[in-house]
């Protein structure tokens, strides 16, 4: 990398364009100079012959000061080849996108709706439409289309995107409000028209983003530094706002609201009290305008992040692997069996983790839909055809322990 490093500070030091571009410059000047002169009367031929020595030169000084450049550029070139080594990219075999092109064409339009952009996912849409994408057959799916109406259903109705649209043009001028303006009050509408639903989700958001407006009214200090000390406005405010709007929390969260209520008896010093933490967050607001984000998202029955960023950065992280693996079963020439399995570990990072996964003891092969973990009446659990094989449908006993069971009485296991 410290080679990278050294070339581009050398493309930005010596080897860039600026003394070229005034070469070229001077040439301009020359010539606009003996344009000028001809037009006031001088004679032409003479205007041309003085210009053509020094004109020369310039233009051989341009030339000239281009070598560093391609020199430049050359090395630069030959370091990052040595960095990033050429590799193969993935073939076609594991194709697994061409055949659900509409299917991709959502995936980009929600992204974009859902960073906020608009006006380019409607240029998207609209040219997506125009010109319907044609799926093409792959080795999985030798019939795009064939039986999958719903995806078709699915693909069409992210495109009529207006409601979607508003949705999250809704969602980004409240989120605006928070971490731009500090404006609690749009998302404490919001969340107050949703309380039932967030409630029932198990969301603290109402109740955060009511505590933050709390504290935001009790810290506020007006312009004067001392305002606060002599008179607790701010406080005064806080508590008006807490016995009107805490009524409904203190139950929930009563002893939150205990905290935030006794944290009035250290107004005038609440930086050494031992409520600081509340008052003095300096994360408050991005936590809380994170909280609103993944809940919103929810609602509509969204993950808070990109599905495609997610899928783009995990894919990113496991193509090496991949790639890695395709090699040496092409050098074994072994195949890749497993349908519902990668092969390979691919480490990626913890909010990349979204569902437990259960390793059957006995088979050693990861559950699925189709063979999915059950648990015998003693608690232990293996996966459904590792039952089947050992039962053979009548009493067994427990692979783990003494206890003996019916497989029907196993219960099936969801993670
Ligand atoms: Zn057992």
Redesign the pocket.
Known sequence: MDDLREQVELLESSANLSTSISDVQKAIDQLTAARAKIAAGAQTALTLAKLQDPFKKTLDAAQKDLKPIYSGLNKYGKVLDRKFKDKPLPSAENDALSSHPSLINRAIAMHLLREGQFSVASTFIAEANRRPPHPEPTANTPNPYLKESWERDLAEGTFNSEKLQRQFADMYHILHELRNERNLEPAIQWAKERSDELEARGSNLEFELCRLQYVRLFVDRRDDDDYMDERPDGPLHAYQYAVQEFGVFSKRYAHEVQELMCALAYWQNIEQSPYRRIFYNDSGWEEVAHSFNREFCSLLGLSADSPLFIAATAGAIALPYLLKMQSIMKEKRTEWTTQDELPVEIPLPTPYHFHSIFVCPVSKEQTTDANPPMM?P???VIASESLAKLSKGARFK??????E?HPRDAKKVVL
Do not use: L, T, V
């Open positions: 015998m003693c608690g232990h427990c692979p783990y322990c003494p206890n069971s």
